[in-house]
């Protein structure tokens, strides 16, 4: 990408005059004024002051494959193939699930051009400023196997931002949206390709907000979110890559044989609307009741007049009533 020397320059987040800019990139100070412009297209707010120039105020933690390779743990690295780490790519996910990915590929990248989310959304991907991250793993046992993996990933993403990061408060919101303050902090999409019923392959997609200025966003997003940086966590990106990846290839090796079991208690205790009256909405119906929790599958289990009724399938969506 034509811009990324300039973004690079400016990731320190002090100010930088357009001269200055134009000696460091070799080009005319109308070039930069042209690069600058740029960068608002990619999500990135420039502040420019007379006299003093330009910056990223708060600047920018760009992705660092050696920083992220650093903080992965030693159990986890000999299970990763490799570890793509791309500027801009159209989806993480789709980046893995094509003919080359193997076992063990790991992918993230600074931008998506079409991050892609449950039900068919679209997941806004503004650069530098979350983390896009994608797993793949491959199963000899199909599919069914696979119960609850995508409830086990949303455990341990709460897990880690507790455990490493000191981030309290996050919530799972049925099947795997992890709230905070009652707010989106992330997500998790799980897509398969291959044989459903034997050798078939999963990717893990992670997305979550890191420091998303509004701007960036615009009205891409149409319910309430929150990042890190709101919830007063200034965290640095390669060192929660690193972190999350050391948990997250390790719990995916040995999901077909410890399967969701070990993980139930860990998402009932972190439940977001337990209790509470909720509406339920599958492409068919709606359905209003008390949210009762999960099954030891990771159904949801919902008691809909004095009934426990379980639900499962990834076109549902979950909201209070
Ligand atoms: C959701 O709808 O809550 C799930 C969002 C998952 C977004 C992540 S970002 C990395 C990976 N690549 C994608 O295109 N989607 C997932």
């Keep these: 990408m034509a811009l990324s020397e300039l973004i690079k320059t400016l990731a320190d987040g002090e100010f930088h005059s357009g001269e200055s800019l134009g000696v460091a990139l070799g080009v005319s100070r109308a070039a930069v004024w042209k690069r600058l412009k740029g960068l608002s297209a990619l999500g990135i707010e420039v502040e420019s002051v007379k006299g003093r120039g330009y910056r990223l105020a708060g ?34 996910n789709q980046y893995l699930l094509l003919e080359h990915a193997r076992r063990g590929d790991v992918c993230l990248a600074e931008r998506q051009t079409a991050g892609r989310g449950r039900r068919g959304r679209a997941w806004a991907s503004p650069y530098g400023q979350n983390m896009y991250l994608s797993i793949r793993w491959q199963y000899e046992q199909g599919v069914a196997a696979l119960e609850g993996l995508s409830l086990a990933v949303g455990v341990i993403v709460s897990e880690v ?24 902090l992330g997500g998790v999409l799980i897509e398969v390709g291959g044989d459903l019923t034997g050798d078939c392959a999963v990717v893990v997609g992670l997305g979550l907000n890191v420091s998303m200025s509004q701007a960036s966003v615009g009205q891409a997003i149409n319910q309430p979110w929150i990042d890190l940086l709101q919830a007063g966590m200034a ?44 509406v339920l909405t599958t492409p068919a119906r709606s359905v209003s009741g008390v949210m009762r929790g999960i099954d030891r599958g990771g159904n949801l289990v919902v008691e809909v007049e004095n009934e426990l009724q379980v639900f499962s399938g990834g076109e549902i969506s979950l909201r209070l009533a």
């Design 235 to 278: 965290i640095d990106r390669n060192e929660l890559c690193g972190k999350m990846i050391s948990r997250l290839i390790p719990a995916l090796q040995s999901f077909p044989q410890l399967g969701f079991l070990p993980y139930h208690q860990r998402w009932m205790a972190r439940a977001a609307f337990l209790d509470q009256s909720v």
């Design 161 to 184: 931002l507790e455990q490493d990061f000191g981030v309290t408060g996050t919530k799972l919101k049925w099947p795997n949206d992890l709230l905070m303050s009652g707010r989106k």
């Design 59 to 92: 600047g920018l933690c760009l992705l660092n494959a050696q920083s992220i390779s650093a903080a992965i743990s030693p159990e986890a690295q000999p299970l990763i193939a490799n570890l793509f780490c791309l500027e801009e790519v159209d989806s993480t």
